[in-house]
């Protein structure tokens, strides 16, 4: 299975919007809805922002906001904070209880 | 409270294998499959393979097929993922992560709480 496709970096200054784009093909992404996103700060554990391609665990700020179109899922944060500089990293499952990851994406506020 | 506690770094000679484990708290064990991820510096993450914490059945990726044992013992919450034959390149931090197994009705497709994290290092 290949690898889902990020962007390895993406910027914006506080109270921008920022979208990381994380594309798939028609076997993963386009097929199911079961995009998930992590945001990971250095030396910590991936932390779940967004699961089903748009929903939120409860705890997680609504300035974070996911969706899909194809094959490709992506994940907006509004209104963007210092605190959300941190590495995001999509996942989604696929066929035959398979998963595929994505590269991750660097978020830097400026 | 949810909790996934791994042992602690290792330090390994070329060719040797390491053992990791996973100790769930908080919420009932067999009830969640548990994940391994592995993250090699300044890389992204990879999944390695699964375990079925109720019926100990298990899912490798082809990657790590024939080098990755994934255990558990339910009577302590602990799920192990052992590695054998290691090499430099198998130098990251090793993460456990839960998904919820699915009942006749519902499945879940993501990783809800993760472990913190083991470093195992491969250096001669």
């Known amino acids: 299975q290949s690898a889902l496709t990020q962007p390895a970096s993406v910027s914006g200054s506080p109270g921008q919007s920022i979208t990381i784009s994380c594309t798939g093909t028609?076997?993963?992404?386009?097929?199911?809805?079961?995009v998930s996103w992590y945001q990971q700060h250095p030396g910590k554990a991936p932390k779940l922002m967004i699961y089903?391609?748009?929903n939120r665990p409860s705890g997680v700020a609504n300035r974070f906001s996911g969706s899909k179109s194809g094959n490709t899922a992506s994940l907006t944060i509004s209104g963007l904070q210092a605190e959300d500089e941190a590495d995001y990293h999509c996942?989604?499952?696929?066929?035959?209880?398979?998963?595929?990851f994505g590269g991750g994406t660097k978020v830097t506020v400026l | 409270q949810v909790q996934l506690v791994q042992s602690g770094a290792e330090v390994k000679k070329p060719g040797a294998s390491v053992r990791v484990s996973c100790e769930a708290s908080?919420?009932?064990?067999?009830?969640?499959?548990i994940y391994w991820v592995r993250q090699a510096p300044g890389q992204g993450l990879e999944w390695m393979g699964w375990?079925?914490?109720?019926?100990?059945?298990?899912k490798y990726t082809d990657k790590f097929q024939g080098r990755v044992t994934m255990t558990r013992d339910t009577s302590i919450s602990t799920a192990y993922l052992e590695l054998s034959g290691l090499r430099s390149d198998d130098t990251a931090v090793y993460y456990c992560?839960?998904?919820?197994?699915?009942?006749?009705?519902?499945?879940?497709?993501?990783?809800?709480?993760w472990g913190q994290g083991t470093l195992v290092t491969v250096s001669s």
């Open positions: 992560a839960r998904v919820r197994t699915c009942t006749t009705t519902s499945c879940w497709f993501y990783f809800d709480y």
């Open positions: 908080g919420y009932t064990f067999t009830g969640y499959y």
């Open positions: 375990i079925n914490t109720n019926v100990g059945g298990t």
């Open positions: 028609s076997s993963d992404v386009g097929n199911y809805n079961f």
């Open positions: 089903d391609v748009s």
């Open positions: 996942i989604s499952y696929t066929s035959s209880s398979m998963w595929v």
